[in-house]
């Protein structure tokens, strides 16, 4: 499967900034899908997680009430959605999709097998 992510770029602290991921090759319609993100200089972390039905979330504390995960499970076709808003300079980072091995998605990185390239989400004060 290959994960496709985009909608990084450039915002003022207190923006919004929607990413995308598409999925294609095998169906991901009973996975878990999450975003985690990497920032200069550290290790890559836990941002949001959902289900495989959409029915569940889980979010980090530090974006918990600002960040919101979607999915859209159409047809063959899976699109994971991050939709991130009151944006701060310390969300400043390379934003990963991924796919869970499980139905359920949750911040364990182990449990990810697929991985997007990243776009990149810079945030000026």
């Known amino acids: 499967v290959q994960l496709q992510a985009s909608g990084g770029g450039p915002v003022q602290a207190g923006g919004s900034l929607r990413l995308s991921c598409a999925a294609s090759?095998?169906?991901?319609?009973?996975?878990?899908m999450g975003w985690f993100r990497q920032a200069p200089g550290k290790e890559r972390e836990f941002v949001a997680s959902?289900?495989?039905?959409?029915?569940?979330?889980?979010?980090a504390d530090s974006v918990k009430g600002r960040f919101t995960i979607s999915r859209d499970n159409a047809k063959n076709t899976i699109s994971l959605y991050l939709q991130m808003n009151s944006l701060e300079p310390e969300d400043t980072a390379v934003y990963y999709c991924?796919?869970?091995?499980?139905?359920?998605?949750?911040?364990?990185?182990?449990?990810?097998?697929?991985w997007g390239q990243g776009t990149l989400v810079t945030v000026s004060s």
């Open positions: 991924a796919a869970s091995r499980r139905a359920y998605g949750g911040s364990d990185q182990s449990d990810y097998n697929s």
């Open positions: 090759g095998r169906t991901l319609s009973n996975n878990g």
């Open positions: 959902i289900n495989w039905r959409g029915g569940s979330t889980y979010y």
